[in-house]
Nanobody
Framework: QVQVVESGGGLVQAGGSLRLSCAVS????????MDWFRQAPGKEREFVVQ????????YYADSVKGRFTISRDNAKNTVYLQMNSLKPEDTGVYYC?????????WGQGTQVTVSS
């Protein structure tokens, strides 16, 4: 079965950086686009960024454009999210996700907390 496991969250001061990782197993990773979502306390889960199967194409939410960078290593079945210039409003649980046909698979999430 498909497994998605995030890591790398933590507590950081505003302006700082974090790098999240997401390891995927149970499928041919290089055949699928990968997404990151996040959910702030009391808010709905929102899309953050998507990377294409090859890693050549990316699509960012306006709120993170220019600060976050997604990348993937298909040899390691892993996608990364480099987050720079973090803001308190970036605080939330970050989820890695992959859609296989009509099913979207989620990781357990990793907490990112940005202090002001």
């Amino acid at each position: 079965q498909v497994q998605v496991v995030e890591s790398g969250g933590g507590l950081v001061q505003a302006g700082g950086s974090l790098r999240l990782s997401c390891a995927v197993s149970g499928l041919t990773f290089s055949r699928y686009r990968m997404d990151w979502f996040r959910q702030a306390p009391g808010k709905e889960r929102e899309f953050v960024v998507q990377v294409s199967e090859s890693g050549d194409n990316t699509y960012y939410a306006d709120s993170v454009k220019g600060r976050f960078t997604i990348s993937r290593d298909n040899a390691k079945n892993t996608v990364y999210l480099q987050m720079n210039s973090l803001k308190p409003e970036d605080t939330g649980v970050y989820y890695c996700s992959i859609r296989v046909l009509i099913t979207r698979h989620w990781g357990q999430g990793t907490q990112v907390t940005v202090s002001s």
